[in-house]
Every structure is written in C-alpha cells, then in structure tokens.
C-alpha cells in the first residue's frame, strides 16, 4: 500500500489524512492528539526518515523553507511547490509584481518600507483602506478599515515592527475590493490545472464578518452563487495566465494553488494566493472528495492529473475557538462532548471531528491546546443540511471560554 505522510499539527491535515486513509497507509508528521487518538499514526520524526511514497505538505511555511524541493531532490512525490513556487504566497510584493506580469485581476497596490511615504500614499487613498504585512503571517497581518486614523496607526505599528517583527517591515497598500470572496483550491501538476468546488471561508471572528481576522472561523462548499461556467472564466482570466508565468518563469508547480478571489461586479480579481489547502477550507473539500482524494493528490505530484467528477452534496464546517483568540487564547481547558476516540461522543450524522489545537491531560481528558480548537464538519445533500449538522454537532461539545460564529453558511441558505 502506498504510504502518504502528510506534513502538519491541525484540523486540515486531520481531514486529509481522514480521507486519504481510505485508500493509503497514512502517517501524520508530527499530527496532534486528536488524529492520534482517531487512529491515525502521527509522528515527530523528520519527515524524510518516514520513508514516504507520497508527501502532501499542509502548511506553507515548509514549502517556503524549501521541503518540497529536498524531498524531490531525493526521489520523493510531493503535493507541494518548491521554494520558487511557494513565492506566490511568502511575499505579498512578490506576488503583486508577478500578478502584473501575468496580467491577471488585482487590487491595485503600492509597497513601502518608508514610513512617510507610506503615510502620504495612504493620503491620496479612498476607503476602505487595506494595509498588509509583506512576509508571512498566518492570516492576520492584513487590517481592512473605513477609518483613515485606524489606517494611520496600523501602518506605523507595522513599519515599526512592532506587531509583526521583520515580517511587517515592509507594508503593501492595497484598493479594497468589493463583492463576496470565494476559495478556489486548483491541483495543478505541473502541467494540467483542475479546479475542486469552490468553498468560502469565515475570517472574521465575529458574527456578521465584524472584528479581528482569524485564521478562519469556518467554511462551506460549494458556493452557490459561483456557476460552472464562472468556474471556468476564472481559470481563463486568472489561473491559467498564472500557470503560463510560473512555467515562463521555468517554475514546475506541482501542488495545491488555492486562489482567494473577490467576485464584484466586473468579475472575479485575486486576492491573494496560497500555495496549499486552505483551513478551514481543507475541511469541508476533504470529505466532500473523500472517494477521490488519494487519486488526485497522486496525480497532483507524479502528473497525468484527470478532472475529478464533481462530488454530490455540500460541507459546511463550523470552528470552536479558545477565548483570545487570534490574540493570546487560553489554554487547558477540559473539553466536554468529545469520546475517547476524539469524536462526538453524541454522533451526528454525516459529522466528522477535526482537531485543530487540542492536547490529552493527565487524566487522557482532551484539553483546549490553540487558537482554534476543533472543526465540526458536516456533509449531508444540501448545504441547509449539512449547516444543521455541524450546528447540532458543535451543540454537544463545550469547554470554558468557547467562541464560535453562528452565521457560517447563514446567507447561503436564506
Ligand atoms: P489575505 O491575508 O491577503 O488573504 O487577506 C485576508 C482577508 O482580508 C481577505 O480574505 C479579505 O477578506 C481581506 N482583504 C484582503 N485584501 C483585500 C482587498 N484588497 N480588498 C478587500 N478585502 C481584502
Ligand atoms: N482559509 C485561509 C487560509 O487557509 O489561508
């Protein structure tokens, strides 16, 4: 059987190991406690002594370091780009200068280290304002805001390097784009480009998209206000001149392109990319592909890459979250509602538990351990059934100072 390791700590790495298990020998570097206890092997040894066949890479700073190009080099099939790939998604400025090259969509934009020039472009700017850290920083180093003296103080606490170190030294100025943002997740192999179902992801903490960015609060999928044919006008107008610039740039991608898009009324325009699976995106596309996955993401890495038939039903994913967070959250908390095996000890149809940030106490109780703390994934045929679901799931577990948004998936079933 082939054996897969799958590089990553959280929810996403969870849900592909989930579905991937089904068809490989599966082994989670280093995992957490909940992919453990649901029986997957989890380990902290380096990735290269796990004797992979294939290695799909979760997180991106790996594939920034450089993972997926020391795994080739020693004969090993990746899902991941190398580190020239993985540019599109470890520098803002990078990205801007290669989008214009490509000649794909975008917001408009100007890069600063300078503190008074940034403040005088900010000037000439109408709201709302985007300001971004250049380096990476884990979803929340872009503040979009209405109020100019809020844009002001952001710029200087970013240049200064106060609030996000070496990563924040240089800030992009960004247009805000209007519309509905909408995930698309594209397995290229480095010469053909298919595109799963689109998703859509919940980043600010708060009901009604208000407060601070998150990492995601959940997901759902598909969307339906994106059709087939935008699908593929999208890959048209900004994947494939994408994939035409990487291979002008002699870059063979092979992996994951995920492209955060806003749909406005001229069209879709990118946001930005990233150069894996989204989280929480990852867990609601991996159990909707849950039969394919292993397939596609074999295909993805070694080519001949094949369009996958497009999966029945609908996922929504709704996050729990430790109080703080994304600041500082609070840790250890005794989690209710969970069975031995990590999962609903009350099951739900159709729900799968995903761990993001959990550990096992003493007593082999599960403790909050992060920011986000579990994933409550459900697929059912619609996606006002599979809201249900997560909902009734996320009803039956609990622990001190628990955050989570009631509004995931809210408009797409009103
Ligand atoms: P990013 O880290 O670039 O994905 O940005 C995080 C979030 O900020 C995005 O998902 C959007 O919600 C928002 N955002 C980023 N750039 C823009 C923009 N130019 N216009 C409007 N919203 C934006
Ligand atoms: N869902 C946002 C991200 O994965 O970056």
């Keep these: 059987m082939t054996r897969v390791v799958v590089v990553g700590a959280g929810a996403r790495e969870h849900a592909l190991a989930l579905a ?89 934009y100007a890069t600063f280290s300078n503190e008074a020039a940034a403040l005088a472009h900010l000037e000439t700017m109408t709201a709302p304002y985007v300001i971004k850290t250049d380096g990476l920083a884990a979803g929340k180093g872009v503040l979009v805001t209405s109020d100019l003296e809020a844009a002001r103080a952001d710029v200087r606490d970013k240049l200064s390097g106060s609030s996000f170190g070496a990563a924040g030294t240089t800030v992009v100025l960004e247009e805000g784009l209007v519309g509905f943002e909408c995930s698309l997740h594209v397995l290229c192999d480095g010469t053909r480009a298919v595109p799963l179902v689109t998703a859509q992801d919940f980043k600010r903490v708060g009901d009604g998209d208000v407060g601070a960015n998150t990492g995601g609060m959940g997901a759902f999928a598909p969307l339906p206000a994106v059709s087939a044919a935008d699908v593929e006008a ?86 729990v979250a430790a ?70 799931a996320a009803a039956t577990v609990s622990f001190d100072g628990m955050v989570m948004r009631t509004d995931i998936a809210g408009k797409a079933v009103s």
């Design 20 to 108: 991937l298990s089904h068809r490989a020998e599966v082994i989670v570097a280093p995992g957490n406690a909940g992919i453990a206890a649901h029986g997957i092997a989890c380990s902290g040894a380096s990735v290269a002594s796990l004797d992979a066949d294939l290695v799909v890479v979760g997180p991106e700073q790996p594939l920034v370091e450089g993972l997926a190009d020391e795994l080739r080099a020693a004969g090993v099939a990746v899902v991941g780009p190398g580190r020239e790939g993985a540019r599109l998604e470890g520098s803002k400025a990078y990205l801007k200068d290669f989008l214009a090259a490509a000649g794909v969509p975008t917001a408009a």
């Design 323 to 392: 109080q703080g967070y994304p600041g500082t959250p609070r840790r250890g908390d005794v989690i209710f509602g969970l069975a031995d095996n990590g999962q609903l000890a009350t099951p739900v149809p159709g729900v799968n538990v995903y761990h993001a940030g959990t550990a096992r106490d003493a007593e082999g109780r599960f403790v909050t351990a992060g920011g986000r703390v579990l994933a409550l994934s459900a697929v059912a045929d619609s996606i006002g059934h599979a809201r249900e679901r997560a909902y009734a």
């Design 234 to 319: 999208i890959m048209a107008t900004v994947i494939e001149p994408t994939l035409a610039e990487l291979r002008r740039r002699g870059v063979d991608y092979r992996g994951v392109l995920y492209a955060g898009l806003m749909i406005g009324p001229d069209g879709a325009k990118l946001i930005e990319y990233n150069v894996r699976f989204g989280d929480p995106e990852t867990e609601v596309l991996a159990p909707l592909y849950s039969e394919s996955l292993f397939a596609l993401l074999e295909a993805t890495a070694t080519g001949e890459l094949v369009a996958p038939a497009t999966p029945a039903g609908a996922a929504v994913t709704v996050v």
